[in-house]
């Protein structure tokens, strides 16, 4: 029998199963096929990429503010909802300006199950079991990936509204399941007893919010070009552009668990600055090499590192200010992470409307994760022991 803590980690992972992997990275590998099929111009298609980045960073923003206002079992619902409603309604061909603020709405209530649902899981996890929850819960984003990786080649041939409504009654279909565990369990243990710090607002949190934002700058090239570069950049299909971003879902599935364990035998803070180098690396080898092998390890780890990161930085917020402000500060490192996503987003496609060039983008999200990984070391409390 499945423990109260592993449903609801499961429970976890069908909310960014839903909100993140389908409902925010599903239009990786739909991007081409927008642009084949004209539904998209180029440009509109790397804006409508970036327009969605926009809607989580305001639904990162607004979830501490909504949680304080509709409890989080409902509003978890009410988002899971919204995600699918709004993905079957982009199956109607009407356009950029119609897209748009259906695309803008699933970001948002993906922003509010990153901040608003997580937190909520993670609180009744006992201390020992943390990192491999986070796991659980951080693998819905690569299982979604998968999904859409390979739901939109499938569907490609019966055309583009086919593959939306197909992930909208996908969606729906997740949120139908796990409807029931959002009441919660009362047989869950209690969230352990943390005294609340006197500052929230540390120099060690400082350092990640700067690090967690700065990494959005390589996370945007592989989750909004990495499709369209294999399919339309090296002229090798859809099919093999959706292969690859399986090869990504299949690395962000794995990625959680794989940090999770890292993150108890290491600890957060070595882990984290692993992962960052690791990722830097995995997208820079693009600027040198374009072999299959290259470009599937390249996806593969990088997909991997992309929620994994997410799964490091949560737990080390925990063990930086406790449970009682975690879900305070964890907003905040959604936010800007969100928030430089969506603007980097603006000006990565602005950039490839200019330019064309793969390789520009791919330099600037190794060099963005470098950064980042150096001020990733100085991410220290003082109080806490060096080892």
């Not at 899971?80 to 259906?102: D, E, I, K, R």
């Not at 990786?149 to 949120?175: D, E, K, Q, R, T």
């Not at 700065?214 to 294999?230: E, K, M, N, R």
């Amino acid at each position: 029998m499945i423990s109260p803590v592993i449903r609801n980690a499961l429970a976890g992972l069908g909310a960014l199963l839903l909100g993140l992997g389908i409902g925010r990275f599903g239009y990786t590998p739909l991007m081409p096929v927008l642009i084949e099929q004209n539904w998209l111009s180029v440009g509109d298609a790397g804006y409508l990429g970036a327009t969605n980045l926009f809607g989580y960073v305001f639904g990162s923003l607004f979830a501490a503010t909504l949680a304080r206002l509709v409890p989080v079992p409902l509003l978890t619902r009410i988002s899971m909802v919204t995600v699918g409603v709004s993905l079957v309604a982009c199956a109607l061909p009407w356009g950029f300006v119609w897209f748009a603020p259906w695309r803008f709405l699933a970001g948002f209530t993906g922003g509010l199950l990153m901040v608003g649902a997580i937190p909520l899981v993670l609180s009744r996890a006992p201390l020992n079991q943390r990192g491999r929850s986070n796991g659980i819960i951080f693998t819905g984003v690569g299982s979604g990936i998968i999904v859409s990786g390979a739901l939109v080649p499938a569907l490609a041939g019966f055309g583009v509204s086919a593959i939306w409504a197909g992930m909208g009654l996908l969606a729906l279909l997740i949120a139908a399941l796990t409807w029931k565990q959002w009441d919660g369990d009362i047989t869950l243990p209690p969230p352990p007893a943390e005294a609340a710090p006197a500052r929230v607002f540390t120099l060690p949190v400082a350092l990640l919010l700067a690090a967690y934002t700065i990494d959005s700058a390589g996370f945007v090239p592989h989750t909004v070009f990495l499709a369209d570069y294999v399919a339309r950049g090296l002229e090798r299909g859809v099919a093999a552009g959706g292969l690859v971003w399986v090869l990504f879902g299949i690395g962000a599935l794995c990625g959680p668990l794989l940090v999770g364990f890292a993150a108890e035998w290491f600890g957060f803070y070595r882990s984290i600055i692993g992962v960052l180098a690791i990722k830097s690396a995995a997208i820079a080898i693009l600027l040198v090499s374009q072999h299959p092998v290259t470009l599937a390890v390249s996806a593969i780890v990088v997909g991997a590192m992309t929620p994994g990161i997410s799964a490091l930085v949560s737990g080390r917020v925990a063990e930086l200010v406790g449970f009682g402000a975690h879900r305070q500060v964890w907003g905040w490192l959604t936010a800007g992470f969100a928030g430089a996503s969506a603007g980097v987003g603006y000006l990565f496609s602005w950039l490839f409307d200019q330019t064309h060039s793969y390789n520009l983008l791919f330099a600037l999200g190794a060099s963005g994760i470098f950064i980042a990984m150096l001020l990733t070391v100085f991410v220290r409390n003082p109080a806490e022991k060096s080892t």
